[in-house]
């Protein structure tokens, strides 16, 4: 199986790094050419400096995945792509890109013969050692083709992987798996912060969420991180309370609107991100200058916020 991976980040090298463990030819390309000529130098992939270069590289029917920050720089690969590919070649969006998106390039390729599959991708830097999670929409016969890539890249060969459904499917089950990941995240810090606000209790926080590892009904993947940083710094001091989002929880949020599905938790876990980047805090100083104008209740000066 041979494959072309672009973009070499910290998804895309460490899906390098264990496709290149399981025996994948790989043809690598990253803006950053020394960090591509590295990469290459590291684990036997063939660096090449230039999309048209990995292109030549590959043997045709041609499978190219790309791991590229979703949107333009995506869009842009993808069209430049469109012109260097052949009719039976493939492309494969790996990027949280939204799932609309899949469905106008699946359909802009069709007319040049090209393929297109749509992949979620879940693990994040623990993917290397552990496995990524795949949830891929597209063709039967194009994740027939790519089945070598799946395998290698998945936990096991038989789990940690599925078909979702035609193109777009593997994005949209990304997108809604991450506007849940927001709500799981909001949960535990919420009541996590509630405890560490009842100083007469004086928890230790590492201790409890270890505990909560074994046996609890809440125990989960996040929940072991969680208890792994709290077991160093439990006050986060050095943390900014600044909480940015990659846009698949607004997406979710907006696409609950649409279908008129109530998803009350997942809104409010995007809400909760938006007010740690400041977009509260003009209506919080609204909201102080009101209770100051009709009742007189005092505002604070802004330097003692």
């Not at 430049?80 to 039976?88: F, I, K, P, Q, Y």
């Not at 949960?187 to 405890?195: C, I, T």
């Not at 710094?233 to 599905?261: M, N, Y």
């Not at 009742?295 to 604070?300: I, M, N, R, S, T």
Request: some cysteine; hydrophobic content about 45%.
């Amino acid at each position: 199986m041979h494959l072309g991976m672009v973009g070499l980040g910290k998804m895309g090298g460490n899906m390098v790094r264990r496709l290149r463990s399981k025996g994948i030819d790989i043809v690598a390309y990253d803006i950053d050419a020394a960090q591509t000529r590295a990469l290459g130098e590291e684990t036997g992939a063939t660096a090449v400096e230039s999309l048209e270069a990995l292109v030549q590289a590959l043997p045709a029917p041609r499978t190219v995945w790309l791991m590229l920050p979703a949107g333009a720089i995506t869009q842009g690969a993808v069209d430049r792509l469109a012109e260097l590919l052949e009719t039976g070649d493939r492309i494969v969006d790996g990027a949280n890109s939204r799932y609309r998106d899949a469905l106008h390039r699946s359909e802009a390729l069709a007319g040049a013969g090209i393929h297109f599959v749509d992949a979620g991708v879940s693990g994040g830097i623990w993917g290397l050692e552990a496995g990524y999670c795949l949830m891929l929409g597209g063709d039967k016969s194009d994740i027939d083709a790519i089945r070598p890539v799946i395998e290698a890249l998945a936990p096991a060969a038989d789990r940690g992987w599925v078909h979702c459904g035609p193109v777009g499917s593997g994005h949209y089950a990304k997108m809604v798996h991450n506007g849940i990941e927001y709500g799981m995240m909001q949960a535990l810090a919420e009541g996590l912060a509630l405890m560490k606000s009842r100083e007469d209790f004086d928890y230790d926080l590492a201790a409890l969420t270890e505990a909560w590892r074994h046996g609890s009904v809440v125990r989960s993947w996040l929940l072991d991180l969680t208890a792994g940083f709290l077991g160093e710094d439990q006050d986060l001091d050095a943390i900014a309370p600044v909480v940015p989002d990659s846009g698949e929880g607004r997406w979710t949020a907006i696409e609950a609107i649409d279908q008129g599905v109530p998803a009350p938790v997942m809104t409010q876990a995007i809400i909760a991100r938006f007010e740690s980047q400041g977009g509260g805090d003009y209506t919080a100083r609204l909201l102080a200058s009101m209770r100051n104008a009709f009742g007189g209740h005092a505002v604070l000066p802004s330097d003692q916020a």
